[in-house]
């Protein structure tokens, strides 16, 4: 079969590999769709510390069931699956808290475990053990069951920063993951949600897509600001997602934040500049609270397939590009020059 396999920074190769051989207490699942993301890209480009490389890539990953491995009891051949990437050990001081996205134990698809840029992927045990793997609902296509991954982690998001209810929200970023907040403020019930991006082309392609009611592509930081407070009377937003990897955006969303408004650190910064400026005074004051957001839990998983086979949050145009395994290493060129929303692979 063709896989994907990162072996070093630019060093990304197809290759041909046999067929995996499930073993006991694992599936085997033949890869319909696996989406790719903006982590994808930079692994692609700079590694990661959590990267066994040589290792096949890809963890947004929707397909069917080919082979059941003995002691699995509830799946059968034939059925069509999402499989989470981030996966908690179940067992440390975090997961028995309950806090199974923050697991110091944490390992995931495409990292520790063969991904989905491949034909089939053996789903290990340990994916099992914490109930990882989910039934795709009838209606919904591979494509759009593959998506449910970076959606759980932008619901995670959404509910540590407690969207909710008549908010005023404000998305910084428009890529994928921008959009994806956009669509779950609207259906958590925000009154109001601003999408701000400073690559103006790429904001007016997403914002025909997810429709926010404010538009801005500030010219600056400051200006960014005051586009926000200008909207809302000078009170500020009650929340703000800094969906994008800047840490100049982390600092103006601060102070677009309204007294007791929630700013979630949803973009992780480069590993080389991890560090912002926080006015203290300005976070006393006005009882403003930070929050980061780290993946999501299997639990977050099957809530974002039920949001999205229901309707409230669409995913399906967001997909921009779809494209086969062997044009993979154009895929990432895509998802790096913003040409692209989403983009899946499909083996």
Same mark, same amino acid.
Request: hydrophobic share 45%; aromatic share 2%; with cysteine.
């Given at each position: ?17 046999? @067929? ?5 207490? &694992? ?20 590694? *990661? +510390? ?15 069931? *080919? ?12 059925? !069509? ?6 996966? +908690? ?24 475990? +063969? ?19 989910? !039934?795709?609902? &009838? ?25 909710? &209810? ?34 103006? &082309?790429?904001?007016? !392609? ?10 801005? @592509? ?38 677009? #934040?309204?007294? !007791? ?12 500049? +991890? ?8 976070? *006393? ?14 639990? *977050? ?23 086969? #395994? ?22």
């Amino acid at each position: 079969m063709r896989v994907a396999r990162y072996y070093a920074p630019g060093d990304i190769r197809l290759d041909d590999d046999p @067929s995996p051989v499930v073993g006991e207490g &694992e599936l085997l699942v033949r890869v319909r769709a696996c989406s790719m993301c903006g982590t994808d890209v930079k692994i692609s480009r700079s590694g *990661h +510390p959590n990267m066994t490389p040589p290792q096949v890539m890809g963890h947004e990953i929707a397909g069917e069931i *080919h082979e059941v491995g003995a002691g699995v009891d509830g799946w059968t051949v034939g059925d !069509r699956v999402q499989i989470i990437a981030a996966i +908690p050990d179940g067992s440390c001081a975090e997961c028995r808290r309950g806090h199974l996205a923050v697991c110091e134990n944490q390992r995931s698809m495409g990292y520790q475990f +063969p991904g989905g840029f491949a034909e089939h992927v053996i789903v290990p045990r340990e994916v099992l053990a914490v109930d990882g793997v989910n !039934r795709i609902p &009838e209606a919904l296509s591979y494509v759009e069951a593959s998506v449910a991954e970076p959606l759980a982690c932008v619901l995670n998001g959404q509910e540590l920063a407690r969207v909710g &209810e008549g908010d005023t929200v404000v998305v910084i970023g428009s890529g994928p993951i921008g959009c994806l907040h956009v669509r779950l403020a609207r259906a958590r019930g925000a009154a109001r949600v601003m999408l701000l991006d400073v690559n103006a &082309e790429r904001l007016a !392609r997403a914002a025909e897509l997810v429709e926010p009611d404010d538009v801005v @592509s500030p010219a600056d930081d400051a200006s960014a600001v005051q586009a926000v407070l200008d909207a809302t009377g000078g009170r500020g937003a009650d929340v703000v997602i800094t969906a994008a990897a800047s840490g100049p955006a982390q600092e103006a969303g601060l102070r677009m #934040l309204a007294r !007791r408004g929630r700013l979630s650190l949803f973009g992780g910064l480069a590993k080389d500049a +991890p560090m912002i400026t926080v006015d203290a005074n300005l976070v *006393h004051y006005r009882e403003l609270t930070l929050v980061g957001v780290n993946g999501s839990s299997p639990a *977050h998983n099957r809530e974002a397939l039920e949001l999205i086979a229901s309707g409230r949050v669409p995913v399906a145009d967001l997909v921009t590009h779809r494209l086969p #395994l062997d044009r993979v290493l154009e895929a990432f060129d895509l998802v790096a020059s913003g040409d692209a929303i989403k983009v899946t692979i499909e083996p």
